[in-house]
Protein backbone atom coordinates (compact mmCIF):
# COMPACT_ATOMS: atom_id res chain seq x y z
CA UNK A 1 0.00 0.00 0.00
CA UNK A 2 0.60 3.37 -0.39
CA UNK A 3 0.22 6.84 1.50
CA UNK A 4 -0.03 10.31 -0.72
CA UNK A 5 0.23 13.72 0.94
CA UNK A 6 -0.33 16.72 -1.37
CA UNK A 7 1.04 20.19 -0.91
CA UNK A 8 1.61 23.73 -2.56
CA UNK A 9 -1.73 24.96 -3.16
CA UNK A 10 -2.73 28.25 -2.34
CA UNK A 11 -3.98 31.48 -4.50
CA UNK A 12 -2.98 32.66 -7.20
CA UNK A 13 -4.44 35.14 -9.87
CA UNK A 14 -5.56 34.51 -13.60
CA UNK A 15 -2.69 33.89 -15.72
CA UNK A 16 -0.21 32.79 -12.78
CA UNK A 17 1.47 29.35 -11.85
CA UNK A 18 1.18 27.25 -9.07
CA UNK A 19 3.08 24.06 -8.17
CA UNK A 20 1.52 21.08 -6.51
CA UNK A 21 3.66 18.07 -5.02
CA UNK A 22 2.12 14.57 -3.79
CA UNK A 23 4.56 13.32 -1.47
CA UNK A 24 4.27 9.12 -1.12
CA UNK A 25 5.26 6.39 1.51
CA UNK A 26 5.73 2.96 0.29
CA UNK A 27 8.80 0.98 -1.10
CA UNK A 28 7.20 -0.09 -4.27
CA UNK A 29 5.87 3.89 -5.38
CA UNK A 30 7.51 3.51 -8.67
CA UNK A 31 5.27 0.83 -9.81
CA UNK A 32 1.88 2.42 -8.73
CA UNK A 33 0.08 5.24 -12.03
CA UNK A 34 -0.63 8.64 -9.99
CA UNK A 35 -3.39 10.63 -11.32
CA UNK A 36 -4.41 14.30 -9.99
CA UNK A 37 -8.23 14.77 -9.54
CA UNK A 38 -9.76 17.91 -8.61
CA UNK A 39 -13.02 18.79 -7.10
CA UNK A 40 -14.83 22.02 -7.31
CA UNK A 41 -17.97 23.55 -4.88
CA UNK A 42 -20.88 21.37 -6.32
CA UNK A 43 -19.19 19.60 -8.91
CA UNK A 44 -18.68 16.02 -9.28
CA UNK A 45 -14.62 15.42 -8.69
CA UNK A 46 -13.18 15.33 -12.32
CA UNK A 47 -9.92 13.97 -13.56
CA UNK A 48 -6.80 16.14 -14.52
CA UNK A 49 -3.68 14.22 -15.26
CA UNK A 50 -2.39 10.75 -14.96
CA UNK A 51 1.14 9.39 -15.51
CA UNK A 52 2.49 5.76 -15.67
CA UNK A 53 5.04 4.15 -13.05
CA UNK A 54 8.32 5.58 -14.75
CA UNK A 55 6.67 8.53 -15.51
CA UNK A 56 7.53 8.31 -19.42
CA UNK A 57 3.83 8.09 -20.40
CA UNK A 58 1.06 10.71 -19.42
CA UNK A 59 -2.39 12.02 -20.10
CA UNK A 60 -4.62 15.29 -19.66
CA UNK A 61 -7.96 16.26 -19.50
CA UNK A 62 -8.49 18.16 -22.35
CA UNK A 63 -9.45 21.35 -20.10
CA UNK A 64 -5.94 21.44 -18.74
CA UNK A 65 -3.92 20.38 -21.73
CA UNK A 66 -0.59 22.56 -23.02
CA UNK A 67 -1.05 24.28 -19.85
CA UNK A 68 -0.82 21.70 -16.74
CA UNK A 69 2.39 19.05 -16.54
CA UNK A 70 2.59 16.09 -14.57
CA UNK A 71 6.30 14.29 -13.34
CA UNK A 72 7.46 12.47 -10.96
CA UNK A 73 10.28 11.49 -9.14
CA UNK A 74 10.35 8.02 -7.65
CA UNK A 75 13.46 8.27 -6.01
CA UNK A 76 12.35 10.90 -4.10
CA UNK A 77 8.63 8.78 -3.64
CA UNK A 78 7.28 12.28 -5.33
CA UNK A 79 4.98 13.41 -8.15
CA UNK A 80 4.33 17.00 -9.60
CA UNK A 81 1.45 19.14 -11.09
CA UNK A 82 3.09 22.19 -12.79
CA UNK A 83 -0.09 24.13 -13.30
CA UNK A 84 0.72 27.24 -15.57
CA UNK A 85 -1.74 29.72 -17.28
CA UNK A 86 -4.67 29.11 -14.67
CA UNK A 87 -8.07 29.91 -14.86
CA UNK A 88 -10.62 30.86 -12.50
CA UNK A 89 -12.70 28.01 -13.43
CA UNK A 90 -9.30 26.04 -12.43
CA UNK A 91 -10.49 26.88 -8.82
CA UNK A 92 -10.91 23.09 -6.58
CA UNK A 93 -9.59 21.03 -4.56
CA UNK A 94 -6.79 19.21 -6.12
CA UNK A 95 -5.94 15.27 -4.99
CA UNK A 96 -3.58 12.54 -5.70
CA UNK A 97 -4.40 9.02 -6.45
CA UNK A 98 -3.01 6.13 -6.60
CA UNK A 99 -3.05 3.10 -8.02
CA UNK A 100 -1.07 -0.87 -8.69
CA UNK A 101 -2.94 -2.50 -11.00
CA UNK A 102 -5.16 0.03 -12.62
CA UNK A 103 -4.40 3.34 -15.65
CA UNK A 104 -7.51 5.04 -16.22
CA UNK A 105 -9.65 8.71 -15.78
CA UNK A 106 -12.26 6.72 -13.47
CA UNK A 107 -11.20 7.65 -10.02
CA UNK A 108 -12.61 3.89 -8.90
CA UNK A 109 -10.08 2.54 -10.14
CA UNK A 110 -7.64 4.20 -7.83
CA UNK A 111 -7.68 3.03 -4.32
CA UNK A 112 -4.83 5.05 -3.12
CA UNK A 113 -5.79 8.93 -2.18
CA UNK A 114 -4.33 11.88 -0.42
CA UNK A 115 -5.90 14.44 1.75
CA UNK A 116 -6.33 17.03 -1.41
CA UNK A 117 -4.89 20.82 -1.24
CA UNK A 118 -6.91 23.57 -1.80
CA UNK A 119 -6.42 25.82 -5.30
CA UNK A 120 -7.96 29.14 -6.15
CA UNK A 121 -7.56 31.18 -8.51
CA UNK A 122 -9.12 35.15 -8.54
CA UNK A 123 -10.02 36.96 -11.33
Known amino acids: QVQLVESGGGLVQAGGSLRLSCAAS????????VAWFRQAPGKEREFVARTSGSGSVTYYADSVKGRFTISRENAQNTVWLQMNSLKPEDTAVYYC????????????????WGQGTQVTVSS
Open 97 to 112: AASGSAYTTNENGYPY
Open 26 to 33: GRTFRSYA
